[in-house]
């Protein structure tokens, strides 16, 4: 099992940037492929970003809608990913998850990954 915690969101002024942070416990963090999705209310689960392991360059994806605005990153050695979202839009806005799967491709599909941290609520609102 792999446990993930998501930190680091709040109420937050558009035009700023926000940075997420995804902790995990239990098995090797390192080996797993790594995403961030986000979901507000009425919608479907979207993709925001995934990183694969070091043993595949730590590549990322990056959701077309996004690109520019977010950069995705983790530190194995802290058990930590991390996403960091620039000039924050009020539709930025809902509640961010991290996923873990069990395998090393970082991938944009949530039915690929195998587990999901609680998620984060993200509120952006002057």
């Known amino acids: 099992q792999l446990r993930l915690v998501e930190s680091g969101g709040g109420l937050v002024q558009p035009g700023t940037t926000l940075r997420l942070f995804c902790t995990a416990s239990?098995?090797?963090?390192?080996?797993?492929?790594m995403g961030w999705f986000r979901q507000t209310p009425g919608k479907e689960r979207e993709f925001v970003a995934a990183?694969?392991?070091?043993?595949?360059?730590?590549?990322?994806l990056i959701a077309d809608v996004l690109k520019g605005r977010v950069t995705i990153s983790r530190d194995d050695a802290k058990m930590t990913m991390y996403l960091q979202m620039d000039n924050l839009k009020p539709d930025d806005t809902g509640v961010y998850y991290c996923?873990?799967?069990?395998?090393?491709?970082?991938?944009?599909?949530?039915?690929?990954?195998?587990?999901w941290g609680q998620g984060t609520q993200v509120t952006v609102s002057s």
């Open positions: 990183i694969s392991t070091a043993r595949l360059g730590y590549l990322t």
């Open positions: 239990g098995r090797a963090f390192s080996t797993s492929g």
């Open positions: 996923a873990a799967r069990n395998g090393k491709t970082g991938r944009q599909y949530a039915a690929d990954y195998d587990y």
